[in-house]
């Protein structure tokens, strides 16, 4: 079955230093790999996406995140955090647009 | 870009009583639209698949009598939640796929209170 594991709740990081946020998941053959944001009243955002080939993968806001099959997980990593940042960052995996998320963690940004 | 929107953002109702959840999207054809479940610090659990003109296909667990979804436009879907209890409070969050670019769009989500 499908599922996907975000281990951190909640981080929090100060403003320009880099983030990595962590995602794993269990799927029966290669997956499609999603990330999204959600800031408050906003709908889910997508940051990036994997689904085949190059395994880092670029995205939007200087985002970026690695598929790495042999520890089943696609960490999501920004070198250098705005305030803006902060919001809620889902990890998602399935097909094309049948997804299950993680649970999602919360980014608290530091002045 | 693309928008998709939700009406109400957010409602709150007697138990028993019946809340209609609107989801547009604005600027795009939608033949497919997704509703989610979002519960305070959990993850989103799709509910039910919609698609326009036909019946929706629900997740296991879902009651499709308690979650009517009816999508009879390419531009709106809606989730109606019927008899509402207490424990159908929750955060529903809709997404439309755009037909000719094949890529998915969030709405922001409606906070469901039931009383």
New interface residues.
Partial sequence: AQS?TQPD?HITVSEGASLELRCNYSYGATPYLFW?VQSP??????LLKYFSGDTLVQGIKGFEAEFKRSQSSFNLRKPSVHWSDAAEY?CAVGE?????????TRLTVKP | GAV?SQHP?WVICKSGTSVKIECRSLDFQAT?M?W?RQFP??????MA?SNEGSKATYEQGVEKDKFLINHASLTLSTLTVTSAHPEDSSFY?C?A?AELT????????TRLTVL
Wanted: no cysteine; glycine share 14%; aromatic share 16%.
């Fill in positions: 996907v709740i999204y009243g906003q709908g889910l955002q997508l889902f094309t647009h049948d997804m299950r998320f993680g649970a999602g | 998709v953002s497919t997704f989610y610090k959990q993850s989103l659990m799709l698949t969050i997404s796929v094949d890529t998915q769009y969030f709405g922001p989500g």
